[in-house]
């Protein structure tokens, strides 16, 4: 069993809910008004990080686990969390200002592009 991908994904679980807990800490900061999504900039970016984390956790995971099942765990887990550090950098950085949010998705992106070689190649190896 890929102990070390579980470990990393319970990471990526905990940073969506931490993610989750601005937003609402958010809507009370700049006034937002449940069950509004949009009023204020900073609110809006806030929102859009939580969402666009969302957005991409069904791409993620899955490629995650196919690759630590069908080509390495610690590999896996090493660019898994590669993927949590560009998310965070991509929460500083989107927190700030729409253009900041580039390399923390350049980051995230990479790293899904490389679990999604890492379990091709290791589906096609144990084909």
């Given at each position: 069993?890929?102990?070390?991908t579980a470990v990393v994904t319970l990471l990526a679980v905990v940073f969506y809910l931490f993610i989750g807990t601005r937003v609402?800490?958010?809507?009370?900061k700049f006034g937002v008004k449940l069950p509004a999504t949009a009023g204020h900039p900073d609110f809006e970016r806030i929102h859009r990080v939580h969402m666009n984390t969302l957005e991409w956790m069904p791409?993620?995971?899955p490629l995650l686990w196919l690759s630590a099942v069908y080509f390495n765990d610690a590999a896996?887990?090493?660019?898994?969390?590669a993927w949590?550090?560009?998310r965070?950098?991509?929460y500083v950085g989107y927190r700030e200002a729409v253009d900041k949010r580039r390399p923390g998705f350049f980051i995230q992106a990479m790293a899904?592009?490389?679990?999604?070689?890492?379990?091709?190649?290791?589906?096609?190896?144990?084909?």
């Open positions: 069993m890929p102990k070390y609402s800490v958010a809507h009370a791409v993620f995971l896996s887990a090493a660019i898994g969390l949590i550090v560009g965070v950098l991509y899904c592009l490389m679990l999604l070689i890492g379990a091709v190649a290791g589906i096609v190896m144990h084909w």
